[in-house]
């Protein structure tokens, strides 16, 4: 379910996938049980701080938002769309017009609204494992 529903493109666990949201081979010291799921299902509820949307106004009138990869001197790296990590934004901050995180999730909703309750629950027992396989 893990792999099916394209969580390994973005998350890593148990060693495997791509780092572009929260690392969850431990997510269950913080998440367990209903507020996991409740984090699976509404990835917008609560963001992890290092893994906020942001958008950017550009004096151009260009719009562009994205996870911040990097910030330094002048320029800001924004990454638009995780699963074509190739396709990094360079933002000079002096043609920034308007910057704000947005409160919605770059994980996009509804991802697992064609997956079955048992396939929900094999997920949620999955990731609340940190990866490792039922016994």
Known sequence: AFNDAGCIKCHVV?????????ELSDVSRRLKGPK???QILKPSAEI???FYTHVFAMDDGTVISGLVI???SGVIHVLPNPLRPEEVK???KSNI???RKSK???MPEGLLDTFKRDEL???????????RARE
């Open 104 to 106: 919605v999730s770059i």
């Open 90 to 92: 360079v933002l000079r």
């Open 36 to 38: 996991l799921l409740e």
């Open 14 to 22: 148990a060693g495997k996938g791509a780092k572009f949201g929260p």
């Open 70 to 72: 990097k910030d330094k």
């Open 121 to 131: 629950l094999d997920l949620l027992l999955f990731v609340q494992s940190g990866g």
């Open 48 to 50: 992890h701080k290092d």
């Open 97 to 99: 017009e308007v910057h």
